[in-house]
């Protein structure tokens, strides 16, 4: 069993809040082309998703309990016991059985069905900084088949978004969606009561509380990545590819920045290494393993699986080959697109609440002030 492993661009920046990805097509190490692709492709041709490299032999594990730990259930199980109200993760098995996206994400035939599919595209790093909503200038409009054939292997081309719209019909692939977000579609006022001066159903949770029609998209190259980073509950379900996953229990780090600076980052140099690279040479550090052994989980999710990111737990992603998910978050809509004016604003004269920089060590701050986002998906 192999207990190292690698991650991708580690967002470098602190007090940061990750929000829910919604659309992220992540870049990797490598360039490419496919058939048909102008004369900006570069010499690599991966036809399909399983034919591009894939960091197995170095990142991917059994799964030991002793290393993963986390319980693994049938779809019934999952949705019996409502494991999304629960603060542990889990992973959920076959979720992907019966989705068209089996057939439809196949590299070539994603290319060909939705080709004028938006995105967007910048540098991990840099977007990384300020989050995708405050990226501005940072960020470039881009389409399914423009980063496919032209940027997925760039390096320094990176996709991730919570505001794209996704298409109707790249919904309808991954249907039926998982519990609790197949709720909401079946019926948005799903738990309302009935308001009889008002003749009709009220729900009166808030939308931040209840898991919505929000869904993701995520498709990235061998090695790619966020560092630890914590968001609302969320899912990710693999459709094509693995995920390494190294997931840290909040209650570790909420009122203790020390504790987290000192997982996080390197201890000598206060440096914030990419993941692959804190796998590579931090993780073997006894004290990074120990707490990880007692205080979280290292597992690797493999296609068709589910995994249930409980609310503000620090986690990062490894992805091993090129690798396709979808995703949902707590709180969170339908991406409504991008607008002409998202690009304009200069991101280093801006600043997101969700993503900006916290230099403070007061342990007596809001929740949300307690973390360091030390950076994938």
Known sequence: MTISAASSQHRRSRGIRHGAVCFAF???????????????????????????????????????PSVC??????????????????????????????????EHWKKQEMIRRYPDQEATMGEARLVGETGPDEAGKRLSPTTIKEFITEHMYDPMKYFFDRKISISEGMLQDCHPFPMPTRAYLEDPLTGAIEALS??????????????????????????????????????????????????????????????QRRMTRDWDTRALLSSPEWIRQLYPEPERMDEIRAHGHDCVQRAGELMFVPNRWLHMVVNIGDTVAV???????????KKEEDFQFDPDEESSDDWSEDESEDEEESEDSEYENESEY
């Open 327 to 337: 995703i949902s978050e707590i709180g969170l809509g339908a991406g409504e697109g």
């Open 69 to 102: 730990g986390v319980k693994r259930l049938t779809v019934a199980e999952w949705e019996a016991g409502r494991y999304w109200e629960k603060n542990k993760p889990v992973i959920v098995m076959n979720v992907t059985d019966g989705w068209a996206a089996l």
């Open 198 to 259: 008002k003749k009709m159903r009220v729900r009166k949770t808030i939308d931040e509380e209840i898991w919505r029609d929000h869904l993701a998209i995520s498709i990235g190259a061998d090695l790619q990545g966020f560092g630890f980073h914590h968001h609302r509950e969320a899912w990710n379900a693999v459709i094509f590819g693995a995920k390494r996953w190294i997931l840290w229990d909040h209650d570790r780090v909420k009122h203790n920045i020390t504790r």
């Open 26 to 64: 992540v870049a990797s190490l490598m360039g490419m082309s496919t058939v048909g692709v102008s004369s900006q492709e570069t010499e690599y041709n991966y036809v399909n998703w399983e034919d591009a490299p894939a960091s197995r032999d170095e990142f991917d594990h059994d799964n030991d």
